[in-house]
């Protein structure tokens, strides 16, 4: 049985027409991922009410010149708990901020900075690996292409943060 030559060109011309995919999700940059992660510690941490009153400011501070901080910046007047957030380049005082985001930029100061944290209710979270071990709560880092976080329970407890079991279940090691 012959096919009609209109059919067999019929077939050549579709066999070569692309057939559209469907659209493979663009990777999330890392920097994106990590502003993403800081936000959702914020959301899984209670602070002590005299430090973190109804209807206050959540403030997220970091180092102007570090690499996050333009990404954190956009998360600006996002709502957290009923509290909008504030980011704000890391002050004198540490204890102004919330949430303390530390990079390797901080290491060389990191001494101090505890020093000027001790006794207060501030989430510090860090992707640098000497600060991480060194006394953050949070230490986050890029762990087979994916974002993976290690949680010092002792640390929380000693700034007096409660932090939720749900984000205790997600961490890769609580210690």
């Known amino acids: 049985m012959r096919l009609p030559l209109s059919f067999a060109i019929l077939v050549l011309v579709l066999a070569t027409v692309p057939v559209p995919r469907p659209a493979l999700a663009d990777p999330v940059p890392e920097p994106d991922m990590k502003a ?61 901020c919330h949430l303390l985001y530390l990079d390797a930029g901080d290491r060389e100061r990191w001494a101090q900075l505890k020093r000027d944290l001790a006794g207060s209710a501030v989430l510090t979270v860090s992707d640098d ?26 640390a929380a407890r000693t700034a007096r943060l409660n932090l939720s079991s749900k984000l205790l279940r997600l961490a890769r090691t609580v210690q």
């Not at 209807?55 to 954190?72: D, E, F, H, M, S």
């Not at 600060?131 to 949680?151: K, T």
């Open 36 to 96: 993403a992660f800081i936000f959702n510690f914020a959301v899984f941490t209670e602070w002590p009410a005299e430090t973190l009153p109804a209807n206050a400011p959540l403030t997220v501070c970091a180092r102007a010149k570090a690499a996050l901080y333009p990404v954190l910046a956009q998360l600006a007047d996002k709502v957290v708990n009923g509290h909008k957030v504030s980011i704000k380049p890391t002050p004198a005082t540490l204890r102004d």
């Open 129 to 154: 690996r000497g600060i991480g071990s060194d006394g953050a709560v949070i230490f986050l880092e890029m762990e087979n292409q994916r974002l993976a976080f290690d949680i010092v329970l002792g």
